[in-house]
Structures are given as structure tokens and as C-alpha cells.
């Protein structure tokens, strides 16, 4: 890689780095090349991004980033996972392939500029993703709403019944 290519690259991860809201570091041992294609497909189709960079580049595309709070952790082989989106289902796609993958796991995360330890990040895939907080959010609203509607309907509905049974006694 020439001097050019390596700016690039630089440049390249940098803009990655300021933009995205959060990034997990993984260290990996052992994978194989169609199990890192298949995470980054899954990855890539959750709105993020995989990369697997020299550390050296990395660091100097940290500089003035959230990710510079981290830079201890890019020693030996190291992935960045990125994502501007849902770290939440991010977390959850990079959970289960640690899990699948012996060698492969956690080292730290950055979420909106706050460190996550491995434990946290852990802790992150365990969330329930957003869509699901949004429909468990317009569940509770509703809710009120729908036993105020039942329960003016009941006197009427209480009043039909008993017009039925003395119907039924006549």
C-alpha cells in the first residue's frame, strides 16, 4: 500500500469515525474468509459497516474523533464495526457471531462519545431494538385511550343486554 492509498484510507475512516454514532472494536482469531463475508453482508444490511484495518492507519484516523478515547485498544488484530443508525441491531448481529465464532470477541465500544466495556456492549445486544421500544411506546399510549372507550360503552352495552333478557322473558 503506497503513501497515497494510506491517506486515503485514512481520510476514508476518519469521515466513518466522526459520523457514526457508535463503534465496536472485535478482536478476531481463526475466522475464515466466507464467515467474514457473511457478517459483512449482515452487518452491511443492518445500515452499518465492517472493516478490518492496520491498526497503525486506525489510530491516526481516530485523532479527533469519539473513537481517539479508545486508541489503547488497537493492539493486535483488530475489526471496527460502525454503524450511524441502530447500534442496538448492530450489536445484536455482531452478539450472535461472537457467540458462533470461537477466537472472536469484544474488546471495547463507543456509543454517542461514552466508552462501553465488553460487558456493555454485551448489554447493548440484550436491548430491544428500536422498532420494537416504538411499539411497546404506542402500546401504552393506546391503551388508556382503549379502556376510556370501553368503558363508556359498557353502560350501553350493559343496557342492551338487559333489554335482551326481558325481551327473552315476554
Known sequence: ?????????????????????????LNFKGVTVPEITDLRDRVRESQGGYA??????ALRAAEGTPVDSIKEHFTGPTAIAFTAEDPVALAKILRDFVKAQEGVGFKVGVLDGKILSEGQV???????????????????LNAPLTRLVTALQSPVRDLAVVLGQLEGKK
Not at 492509498?5 to 466513518?16: C, N
Not at 478490518?52 to 492507519?57: I, M, P, S
Request: charged share 30%.
Open 1 to 25: 500500500m503506497n503513501r497515497a492509498e494510506k491517506t486515503e484510507v485514512i481520510e476514508s475512516l476518519h469521515k466513518t469515525f466522526a459520523e457514526s454514532g457508535s463503534v465496536i472494536l
Open 52 to 57: 478490518v484495518v492496520k491498526n497503525t492507519l
Open 122 to 140: 454485551t448489554e447493548l445486544a440484550d436491548l430491544p431494538s428500536r422498532d420494537e421500544l416504538l411499539s411497546k411506546l404506542l402500546f401504552l
